[in-house]
Structures are given as structure tokens and as C-alpha cells.
């Protein structure tokens, strides 16, 4: 039997490990575990599968990908509407990746941000800089991004969400069409994100300290880190890394 034909009806496991790039004894793990299910057990005892499990494993694969556990991944293949059980998992575990994690996120930003900002250009780094960055980092404005953050993944999540599921759907089920049309919305929505985040942000210039918002182009491929974005300030011309501040 060819290993490259996925059209042959009967594989090995040895056939599966291959097809799928992982390991024989992966594929006898989750065998094991009654996640994939020979249809077949030769007079030899080979255990074979069709090609219904190839797309098994490969379904199996991604969602532990994703940091499914075994028994929600069971739940997921064993539910009629998969769609609808993958998208409760992944609100349950989006909550709870985020769940305490703010405050140690918002530290390793800001030291993020000012190890980006004395790296950069040290030369020009002053005092009156590391003052006026940690005057900044200690108003409002990290209250009012955070604001600005939440809208946008409000605005994206969604369509995340929707293109995993067109995705599982069109594995399992062989219809492919929604995908497309998920990812066209998720595009669309990306666009009116980074619009909208534009609008709600403006940067400090680290040379003169005047604040300025950049065109639209410059701001989207604009090298960046979390609190930073690489601008030229039209004020005085310096090219650096400017601070986000919110409007």
C-alpha cells in the first residue's frame, strides 16, 4: 500500500503515523484511549483503519494542539453538534487563561516596554525620559488601553471562534464552504479593529515630547511591541520608538 495515496481504503498504524506526522506510538495512545477506533483487526492482529480515522487523528491532533484535555476532545467527536460543544470549551478555557493573569501581564508589558525603549536608542535616553515614562505608565492612560484592548478582542474574538469551528466542521464533515466565508468576516472585522484602535491611540515622541498619530499605513506595519509602535514623529523627525498613549 503507498503511503502517499490517502484514497487506499485500509491503513496501518504504522500507515497513520506517517499520514499524520507523529509517532506510532502516538497513534497506539490514542488508540488505547478509545479516541481512534479500528474498523478492522486482520487475521494477523493488525489493527486497520479507514480513511474516516486518518481524518480522526488529524481532527484528534489539533485540538490537543489547542490544550484540549483527552475528555473534552472525546466530548467534541462523540457530540452531534461539534461546533457547539468546541465553542463552549473554548469560552471555558479562555476564561480561564485570562483569569488572574492581568496584573502579571500589565508588569511584563511595562517591563517590556522600557527595556525595548533603552535598548533602542540609548544615547538618547535621559533621565527626564524615564521620568516622563513612568509618569505616563502611572495615569489613566493603562486603564484606558486596557479599555480599548477588550473592545477589539470583543470585535475579534468572535470570528476566531468561527473559523476553528468552520474548520472541525469542514474536517469531520467534509463541507468546506463556510470556512471561506468565516474568513472573509474575520478579515473585515480585523480592518474595522485596527481602525478603531487607531482612533483611540496616539504616541508620545521620546525626542521632543509632543504626541502626534500616525497615517494609516505606517501605523499598520509598524514594527511594535506591546506599549510601543517604531514612528516618525512629524513634530521633529526623530525615528523611533514611540510610546501608546490612549485619546
Same mark, same amino acid.
Given at each position: 500500500?503507498?503511503?502517499?495515496?490517502?484514497?487506499?481504503?485500509?491503513?496501518?498504524?504504522?500507515?497513520?503515523?506517517?499520514?499524520?506526522?507523529?509517532?506510532?506510538?502516538?497513534?497506539?495512545?490514542?488508540?488505547?484511549?478509545?479516541?481512534?477506533?479500528?474498523?478492522?483487526?486482520?487475521?494477523?492482529?493488525?489493527?486497520?483503519?479507514?480513511?474516516?480515522?486518518?481524518?480522526?487523528?488529524?481532527?484528534?491532533?489539533?485540538?490537543?494542539?489547542?490544550?484540549?484535555?483527552?475528555?473534552?476532545?472525546?466530548?467534541?467527536?462523540?457530540?452531534?453538534?461539534?461546533?457547539?460543544?468546541?465553542?463552549?470549551?473554548?469560552?471555558?478555557?479562555?476564561?480561564?487563561?485570562?483569569?488572574?493573569?492581568?496584573?502579571?501581564?500589565?508588569? $511584563?508589558?511595562?517591563?517590556?516596554? +522600557?527595556?525595548? =525603549? &533603552? %535598548? /533602542?536608542? !540609548?544615547?538618547?535616553?535621559?533621565? #527626564?525620559?524615564?521620568?516622563?515614562?513612568?509618569?505616563?505608565?502611572?495615569?489613566?492612560?493603562?486603564?484606558?488601553?486596557?479599555?480599548?484592548?477588550?473592545?477589539?478582542?470583543?470585535?475579534?474574538?468572535?470570528?476566531?471562534?468561527?473559523?476553528?469551528?468552520?474548520?472541525?466542521?469542514?474536517?469531520?464533515?467534509?463541507?468546506?464552504?463556510? $470556512?471561506?466565508?468565516?474568513?472573509? +468576516?474575520?478579515? =473585515? &472585522? %480585523? /480592518?474595522? !479593529?485596527?481602525?478603531?484602535?487607531? #482612533?483611540?491611540?496616539?504616541?508620545?515622541?521620546?525626542?521632543?515630547?509632543?504626541?502626534?498619530?500616525?497615517?494609516?499605513?505606517?501605523?499598520?506595519?509598524?514594527?511594535?511591541?506591546?506599549?510601543?509602535?517604531?514612528?516618525?514623529?512629524?513634530?521633529?523627525?526623530?525615528?523611533?520608538?514611540?510610546?501608546?498613549?490612549?485619546?
Amino acid at each position: 500500500m503507498s503511503m502517499d495515496d490517502e484514497t487506499d481504503s485500509r491503513y496501518t498504524t504504522g500507515d497513520i503515523a506517517k499520514l499524520t506526522g507523529v509517532s506510532v506510538r502516538t497513534v497506539q495512545y490514542y488508540d488505547a484511549k478509545g479516541l481512534l477506533i479500528p474498523n478492522e483487526i486482520s487475521d494477523g492482529g493488525r489493527r486497520l483503519y479507514g480513511t474516516a480515522e486518518v481524518e480522526r487523528m488529524r481532527v484528534i491532533l489539533f485540538l490537543k494542539g489547542l490544550g484540549f484535555k483527552l475528555e473534552q476532545i472525546r466530548s467534541i467527536l462523540s457530540d452531534e453538534r461539534p461546533e457547539r460543544v468546541l465553542v463552549d470549551l473554548l469560552d471555558q478555557q479562555t476564561a480561564s487563561l485570562q483569569s488572574g493573569i492581568a496584573e502579571q501581564k500589565q508588569r $511584563l508589558d511595562d517591563c517590556l516596554q +522600557l527595556r525595548k =525603549a &533603552l %535598548t /533602542v536608542s !540609548a544615547s538618547d535616553f535621559v533621565s #527626564s525620559t524615564l521620568t516622563d515614562m513612568a509618569t505616563v505608565m502611572n495615569t489613566t492612560t493603562t486603564h484606558s488601553l486596557r479599555t480599548t484592548y477588550l473592545v477589539m478582542l470583543a470585535i475579534t474574538l468572535p470570528a476566531t471562534l468561527l473559523q476553528i469551528a468552520c474548520l472541525v466542521i469542514g474536517v469531520m464533515t467534509d463541507v468546506w464552504w463556510p $470556512l471561506p466565508v468565516a474568513v472573509l +468576516l474575520a478579515i =473585515a &472585522l %480585523t /480592518v474595522a !479593529a485596527m481602525k478603531y484602535y487607531r #482612533s483611540r491611540v496616539q504616541y508620545l515622541c521620546p525626542a521632543c515630547h509632543e504626541t502626534f498619530q500616525p497615517g494609516m499605513r505606517e501605523f499598520v506595519f509598524a514594527a511594535h511591541t506591546p506599549k510601543t509602535r517604531k514612528l516618525t514623529c512629524p513634530h521633529c523627525g526623530h525615528r523611533g520608538y514611540c510610546m501608546e498613549l490612549s485619546i
